[in-house]
């Protein structure tokens, strides 16, 4: 069998910031991705969507270069730039407009709100997911000089949505308490009926976790999508937590973002 040629892709100056954000929106989606194969009924959720989500795993969720880790390093050397240098096939130009498409296309689902908590991809980080598209595909298709993130035109047309969060016009307040661990096999149940909530339009959602014992990373990520998708609609989160809890959200330094309270009388 004849290996296609290599061709190397040189992104100049990408910026560790905002690599670093973008990053953890893709594994955002990916976490509400999961949770919704594993949890919502085929019928609950539309078809587009379902496809959608299934495509981009099977294509994209094991994607990793290698590449990227050098990226880390210069984060842990605390440099705000850096180059690297993929070496791809071909047909990676293609698969790179094709992701684009995609994503974009999720972040509607993201805006409209109804099946995703995610927020869609906030402007700067989608001009810089464009930028790189553009160094993949200009570099790949037409053998274009790369050109730096400063020298990229900033995307400064952002979406009424995206530009502002509107004020909640509901009223009243909705509260669930959940018990046991908050987990990979028990946080669908929890966003579930946190999105139910939301349907009924109120001006504040209460989440009691004090008798939670253990919370894992999907968890936590999800008491981070929620707050930041009832701030975007204007309804307050109150959370309630153990000692344990308010501990671990502390030293993960989500105290300020989650102001947690604890139970009645502590």
């Known amino acids: 069998m004849i290996q296609e040629a290599l061709v190397e892709v040189h ?24 949770l919704m194969r594993a949890a919502e009924p085929v019928d609950a959720v539309p078809n587009r969507l379902l496809s959608l989500l299934e495509d981009l795993d099977r294509r994209f969720g ?4 290698p590449t990227w880790d050098q990226l880390r390093v210069a984060d842990e050397r605390g440099e705000e730039t850096a180059d690297v240098v993929f070496e791809v096939p071909p047909p ?10 995609m994503m974009s296309e999720v972040d509607e689902f993201c805006r409209a709100g109804d099946h995703l908590m995610t927020l869609a991809t906030p402007p700067e980080i989608v001009s810089f997911r464009e930028w790189l598209i553009d160094e993949f595909t200009r570099q790949i298709d037409h053998g274009a000089e790369p050109l730096p993130w400063h020298g990229h035109p900033a995307r400064t047309d952002p979406s009424p949505v995206d530009a502002a969060a509107p004020a909640s016009t509901g009223s009243g307040s909705e509260t669930i308490v959940f018990e046991g661990s908050l987990d990979l096999a028990t946080v669908g149940e929890l966003r579930d009926t946190i999105q139910e909530m939301r349907s009924r339009n109120p ?5 009691d976790l004090a008798n939670v014992g253990f919370v894992d990373s999907i968890g936590i990520g999800l008491l981070i999508t929620t707050h930041s998708r009832l701030a975007e609609e204007g309804v307050a989160l109150r959370l309630i937590v153990s000692p344990r809890l308010k501990e671990l959200l502390r030293l993960s330094g989500l105290i300020d973002l989650l102001q947690p309270e604890g139970p009645p009388g502590t």
């Open 11 to 34: 992104l100049r100056q990408v910026p560790i910031d905002l690599w670093k954000r973008a990053t953890a929106h893709r594994e955002a989606v990916q976490r509400e991705m999961d």
């Open 62 to 65: 094991s994607f990793n270069d």
């Open 92 to 101: 990676a130009a293609a698969a790179a407009r094709e992701l684009g498409a």
């Open 203 to 207: 001006g504040q959602i209460v989440v």
